[in-house]
């Protein structure tokens, strides 16, 4: 079993910057792909963004593209989500998943394991 641990969600007015650290507890990050998903009230939850283990292949949802950025640093054993220009359809609560294929998949039932969730809230 793989214990996900999101952090960095808050409140932040629009248009200003979040970022979101997620790491597995007692595991090696670098044996898994990465993924950000969120889900808003009353919404299902949708794809944000992947990562593959190397690094090498990310992906994106068209509505965060040019705004949000994942990466991963293997060595501190963590994953980011940087999201900038924030706007107030981005408030969800946002978890982190993971994978132990090599791709970067869209879908979320492409990943094995999940976070519990970190919330972030956009005021406008």
């Known amino acids: 079993q793989v214990r996900l641990v999101e952090s960095g969600g808050g409140l932040v007015q629009a248009g200003g910057s979040l970022s979101l650290s997620c790491s597995p507890s007692?595991?090696?990050?670098?044996?898994?792909?990465m993924g950000w998903f969120r889900q808003a009230p009353g919404k299902e939850r949708e794809f944000v963004a992947a990562?593959?283990?190397?690094?090498?292949?990310?992906d994106y949802a068209d509505s965060v593209k040019g705004r949000f950025t994942i990466s991963r640093d293997n060595s501190k054993n963590t994953v980011y989500l940087q999201m900038n220009s924030l706007k107030s359809e981005d408030t969800a609560e946002y978890y982190c998943?993971?994978?132990?294929?090599?791709?970067?998949?869209?879908?979320?039932?492409?990943?094995?394991?999940w976070g519990r969730g970190t919330q972030v809230t956009v005021s406008s």
């Open positions: 998943a993971a994978n132990s294929g090599s791709g970067a998949p869209s879908s979320s039932w492409g990943y094995r394991y």
């Open positions: 007692g595991r090696t990050l670098s044996t898994y792909g």
């Open positions: 990562i593959s283990r190397s690094g090498g292949i990310t």
